[in-house]
């Protein structure tokens, strides 16, 4: 059974950081094509960042030097470390694999929201 | 960026009826090499993360009911749920996969029980 368990978000100043972390089961993260999508309150979801199985990573322009995507291969862990934090950054932020370099999400964890305010 | 549009953003449909979505991408999503569309829909329940219900524009996933399908080409969709069950009261989202990153969803339709 595959599972994702994200954990790390909170309340957050805005300027400030945080990293988000997913423990992934049924899937090697290392092999696999991750990604981080989040999803403002009432919104519909935005595709924020990707780590494909080779090491290459994507990010979307809102992010773009803001965020960082990583993985613990020894851990079977995503990470993605958030900097520089802006109210409009407050969202659940989901953990989801494509089986493949597609850019289909098969499996999505539960989230975990942040929350930046002053 | 390819820009995706749902329409409407939320309907209310009695048990037993059809519910129709509609999904628009600013530019065509049907890679002319494999003739494929690069289209997928996820259903989001209450409280839950997304769930990948149809890839390929058309594919159902292993296990979601026949009562969903997909159709359409090139750069408009619609997810149709022929009679609407009390358990598809949910926010459905389109995501194009065309291009490299990024990839972009719609704003999501809200489907209600009238």
């Known amino acids: 059974e595959v599972q994702l368990v994200e954990s790390g978000g909170g309340l957050i100043h805005p300027g400030g950081s945080l990293r988000l972390s997913c423990v992934v089961s049924?899937?090697?993260?290392?092999?696999?094509?991750m990604s981080w999508v989040r999803q403002a309150p009432g919104k519909g979801l935005e595709w924020v960042s990707a780590?494909?199985?080779?090491?290459?990573?994507y990010y979307a322009d809102s992010v773009k030097g803001r965020f960082t995507i990583s993985r613990d291969n020894s851990k079977n862990t995503l990470y993605l470390q958030m900097n520089s934090l802006r109210a409009e950054d407050t969202a659940a932020f989901y953990c989801?694999?494509?089986?493949?370099?597609?850019?289909?999400?098969?499996?999505w964890g539960q989230g975990t929201l942040v929350t930046v305010s002053s | 960026d390819i820009v995706v549009t749902q329409s409407p953003d939320s309907l209310a449909v009695s048990l037993g009826e059809r519910a129709t979505i509609n999904c628009k991408s600013s530019?065509?999503?049907?890679?002319?090499?494999?003739?494929?569309?690069?289209l997928a829909w996820y259903q989001q329940r209450p409280g839950e993360p997304p769930k990948l219900l149809i890839s390929?524009?058309?594919t159902r996933e292993s296990g979601v009911p026949d009562r969903f399908s997909g159709s359409g080409s090139g750069t408009d969709f619609t997810l149709t749920i022929s009679s609407l069950q009390a358990e598809d009261v949910a926010v459905y989202h389109c995501?194009?996969?065309?291009?490299?990153?990024?990839?972009?969803f719609g704003q999501g339709t809200k489907v209600e029980i009238k």
């Open positions: 989801a694999i494509s089986s493949s370099w597609t850019g289909i999400f098969d499996y």
């Open positions: 049924g899937f090697t993260v290392s092999s696999s094509y």
């Open positions: 780590l494909y199985a080779d090491g290459s990573t």
């Open positions: 530019q065509s999503v049907l890679y002319s090499s494999n003739n494929k569309n690069y």
């Open positions: 390929w524009a058309s």
């Open positions: 995501q194009q996969y065309y291009t490299t990153p990024p990839w972009t």
